[in-house]
Nanobody, 116 residues
Framework: QVQLVESGGGLVQPGGSLRLSCAASGKRFSIYDMGWYQQAPGKQRELVAGIRSGGFTNYADSVKGRFTISRDNAKNTVYLQMNSLKPEDTAVYYC??????????WGQGTQVTVSS
């Protein structure tokens, strides 16, 4: 089983930056595909960025060129660097770990608010 703890959220002005972190417990972190999802009030949870166990990354069109996902397997941590933030990026951001045989796990979420 994997436990995920997100951190790094907060209030930031439009155009600002934040770096989210997701620390995973347990062994074998490197074999999981990791993702960051956002859920705005009244909306479904949506994938923002993903990074496969092999390092391949993918992004939602809305964040391409602004957000960067990365992972440090030695630290059991995945990051989301968010630049040029917009008010529409305001949401709760969740970390997800997925393995086809071992299951899917979610963190508790961290709030990101972009407002002047």
């Amino acid at each position: 089983q994997v436990q995920l703890v997100e951190s790094g959220g907060g209030l930031v002005q439009p155009g600002g930056s934040l770096r989210l972190s997701c620390a995973a417990s347990g062994k074998r972190f490197s074999i999981y595909d990791m993702g960051w999802y956002q859920q705005a009030p009244g909306k479904q949870r949506e994938l923002v960025a993903g990074i496969r166990s092999g390092g391949f990354t993918n992004y939602a069109d809305s964040v391409k060129g602004r957000f960067t996902i990365s992972r440090d397997n030695a630290k059991n941590t995945v990051y989301l660097q968010m630049n040029s933030l917009k008010p529409e990026d305001t949401a709760v951001y969740y970390c997800n770990a997925l393995h086809y045989a071992l299951g899917a796990y979610w963190g508790q979420g961290t709030q990101v608010t972009v407002s002047s």
